[in-house]
């Protein structure tokens, strides 16, 4: 995507090859700042902090720090306790662990001075290959929604999508998942406006309002509460979101709050979709309410608030007092019968017939 008209991806290698660069989201949206990460350390900081997030891009950034931890220790136990390292940063999306796996298959084969290189190398394969998942998942999402707008019989009438979280470019190394769909459609001239849920406790939804506004795609930042009440209005078309986590059966694990919108929508005839790239498929997980780790964040993001003072300057304020009990968990499930369909680099499948999309050759565009 473009920042100031320059195309830009969300992690890319130091030009002295010593790290990555990487979009601090922390500071989003108040401020573009960019970070070098030059070690696994940084790396590990980076995703647990959530300076980097997102599904896709975690996968990415650890794929990097691995390869960055064989620097140092490329032997079998430095490959070991770094994978380790890295994956624990943060349990839930599966793609981490997917690119983390992808690279140590890659290198363990090798010999300890080859690794570091190899792994730099795969990182970069994924990398790309991101790229071009999500931007041909986009473009199968982005004839739904012109089908859909079409559908609504008026040719001026913008076709009402709600999302929730952030899964836009920068939670992926470029074009995002479902905000691929959003922007691919809107370039191509449909009529569209997005509801963008708030996504309490860390707000992504202001990061997706960041990137919408940027693209001039219309869109309308809501509490994450008035979603099912747009709905009952005939205010929302369809809902479109990501995911971190997703089962072969077609259960999508998201960020929280997910599932309440799936349950709206379900309520209210609204379809309901998932923009899934092929790394977020655990086709190992059969039980997705049994089997997929969900991270608790702890209650101070619960307890505080950041933003920016009255001077510009970030700050955060305490909204209850430091020891009110709080629960985070950051993620939920959405069963698969609140699922309309998958979006994916392969087609648009019902969650009954995912597997399918993928044991079936690609069809040809
Ligand atoms: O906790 P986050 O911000 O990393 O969670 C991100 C999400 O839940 C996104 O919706 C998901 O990763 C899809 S991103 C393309």
Redesign the pocket.
């Known amino acids: 995507m473009k920042i100031h008209g320059e195309p830009t991806r969300s992690i890319w290698p130091l030009p002295d090859g010593s790290g990555v660069g990487t979009i601090d989201q922390a500071r989003l949206p108040h401020r573009l700042a960019t970070l070098e990460l030059r070690d696994a350390a940084a790396v590990e900081q980076a995703i647990r902090s959530?300076q980097v997030?997102?599904?896709?891009?975690?996968g990415v950034a650890g794929a990097y720090g691995l390869a960055m931890a064989l620097r140092a220790h490329a032997d079998d136990a430095g490959l070991a306790s770094a994978h380790q390292r890295l994956a624990e940063t943060?349990p839930?999306?599966v793609?981490l662990r997917w690119a983390l796996d992808r690279v140590r298959r890659r290198v363990a084969p090798l010999a300890p001075g080859e690794r570091a290189a190899a792994a730099w190398d795969e990182a970069g394969r994924i990398a790309d290959e991101d790229v071009a998942i999500?931007h041909a998942l986009g473009a199968h999402g982005a004839r739904l929604l012109a089908e859909r707008q079409r559908g609504l019989g008026r040719p001026e009438r913008p076709l009402n999508v709600l999302t929730?979280?952030?899964?836009?470019w920068i939670?992926?190394v470029d074009y995002?998942?479902?905000l691929s769909a959003v922007y691919q459609a809107h370039d191509a001239g449909v009529p569209l406006h997005v509801w963008v849920d708030e996504t309490r406790p860390?707000n992504?939804g202001l990061l997706t309002a960041w990137e919408l506004a940027a693209h001039g795609v219309p869109y309308t930042l809501i509490a994450d509460n008035a979603g099912g009440h747009l709905m009952q209005r005939g205010q929302v078309d369809m809902v479109i979101?990501?995911?971190?986590r997703v089962t072969r059966h077609g259960d999508v694990c998201?960020?929280i709050g997910?599932y309440l919108k799936a349950l709206a929508a379900h309520d209210n005839g609204v379809p309901f979709y998932a923009?899934v790239?092929s790394p977020?498929i655990d086709w190992q997980v059969r039980d997705a309410l049994a089997e997929i780790p969900i991270?608790d964040r702890g209650g101070d993001e619960l307890r505080r608030v950041g933003g920016l003072d009255a001077q510009g300057q970030p700050a955060q304020v305490a909204i209850a007092p430091p020891d009110t009990p709080a629960a985070n968990p950051?993620?939920d499930v959405t069963p698969a019968r609140l699922v309309t369909g998958i979006i994916t680099e392969r087609g648009i499948a019902a969650p009954s017939a995912l597997a399918a999309l993928f044991t079936q050759p690609a069809a040809a565009e």
């Open positions: 959530m997030r997102g599904a896709p891009l975690i943060r839930t999306a793609n999500n929730h979280c952030n899964a836009g939670a992926t995002g998942t479902a860390r992504q979101v990501g995911a971190d998201n960020k997910t923009a790239p977020t991270e950051a993620f």
